[in-house]
C-alpha cells in the first residue's frame, strides 16, 4: 500500500492559540467501505461539524490542524500505544466498538497488524508531530503557547457515562495540563451563560491534552467536549442524520469565538 496521502488539514496563525480537532474527519481507506458494518457507515462518532462551529479561526490567526481521516481509521486522542486512558468502558485507539456498543466492522474484517503500522506513521505520527512542531514555533515566538483540543459527543451514551452530558465540558487532566486561571477564565464565561458547564467531570482530556500539556514547560492544553445538542438539528438527529442547526449555531458559535479570544488576550498563564 502506497504512503497514506493528506492527513490534515492545516493553517498556520500568529496568535499564541492552536485549535486542534481530531475527531472531525470523514474520510475513509480505500477498503473500508467494505470492512465497516451497516451502524459504522453512517460514522455516528464523529465530532460533526467541529470546523464549521469554529469558522471565526481564521478571522483570529489561529493556528488549526483538523483531521482528514474518520476516528474508525485511527483514533488521533489516543496514545499510540493504545494503553487505556480511562477505568470506564471506552473505545481504543484503533476502535472496534461504536459509542452505541455496536461493532464497527463486520466480522474479520478489522486492520491487518502491517496496516495498522503503516496508519500509525502517516496519520498518527504525521498529526502529533505537526502539533509538536507548532507549539515549540509558537512558543518560541510567545514565550509561551496554548494549546485547545475541540470535541463534540452527543448529550447521552450510554455505554460512556450515565444521564444527559452539560454542553460545555472543560478537561485539563485534573489540573496538570494547563495553569488553573485560564480554565477558570473559560468556565466563567460560559457561567454567565444560558449553557451547562463542567471542567474535569467525564472528559478530563484525552491523550492529546495529557501528552502535549506541560505546563512548567510553558505549554498549556485544555480540551472541549461540546455537547451535540447544542447546534445539531433535534429531529433529525434522532432519526440518525447528523445536520447542523443554523439557529443553534448563530447561539453557539460566538460563545466558542469568546473562549478563543480569551485565550489569545490572556497573556503569559
Request: proline share 6%; glycine share 6%.
Amino acid at each position: 500500500m502506497s504512503k497514506i496521502a493528506n492527513p490534515f488539514n492545516f493553517h498556520q496563525g500568529e496568535s499564541p492559540v492552536l485549535v486542534s480537532m481530531p475527531h472531525s474527519g470523514l474520510a475513509l481507506l480505500d477498503h473500508m467501505q467494505a470492512t465497516l458494518s451497516e451502524a459504522a457507515k453512517l460514522l455516528p462518532d464523529t465530532d460533526w461539524y467541529i470546523p464549521e462551529l469554529y469558522d471565526f479561526l481564521a478571522e483570529l490567526d489561529v493556528t488549526v490542524i483538523s483531521a482528514n481521516y474518520s476516528r474508525y481509521v485511527i483514533d488521533l486522542n489516543r496514545p499510540v500505544d493504545d494503553k487505556p486512558l480511562y477505568s470506564t468502558k471506552t473505545t481504543g485507539l484503533f476502535p472496534d466498538i461504536l459509542f452505541a456498543d455496536k461493532p464497527v466492522f463486520l466480522q474479520g474484517k478489522h486492520h491487518s497488524d502491517s496496516l495498522k503500522a503503516q496508519i500509525k506513521e502517516d496519520i498518527w505520527q504525521a498529526y502529533h508531530g505537526k502539533i509538536a512542531k507548532e507549539l515549540e514555533r509558537i512558543k518560541a515566538k510567545f514565550g509561551y503557547a496554548i494549546l485547545f483540543d475541540a470535541h463534540s459527543i452527543a448529550a447521552q451514551v450510554p455505554m460512556l457515562f450515565e444521564g444527559t452530558l452539560p454542553d460545555f465540558n472543560f478537561g485539563n487532566n485534573d489540573g496538570a495540563a494547563c495553569d488553573p486561571k485560564l480554565l477558570k477564565s473559560l468556565d466563567e464565561i460560559i457561567a454567565g451563560t444560558n449553557y451547562s458547564h463542567v471542567a474535569n467531570g467525564r472528559f478530563k482530556g484525552g491523550y492529546i491534552t495529557r501528552s502535549f500539556g506541560q505546563p512548567e514547560q510553558g505549554i498549556h492544553a485544555i480540551q472541549l467536549e461540546l455537547s451535540q445538542a447544542t447546534y445539531l438539528d433535534d429531529g433529525l438527529f434522532k432519526e440518525g442524520v447528523y445536520q447542523l442547526d443554523e439557529e443553534k449555531k448563530k447561539k453557539v458559535s460566538p460563545q466558542l469565538k469568546r473562549l478563543i479570544e480569551a485565550l489569545i488576550t490572556a497573556g503569559r498563564p
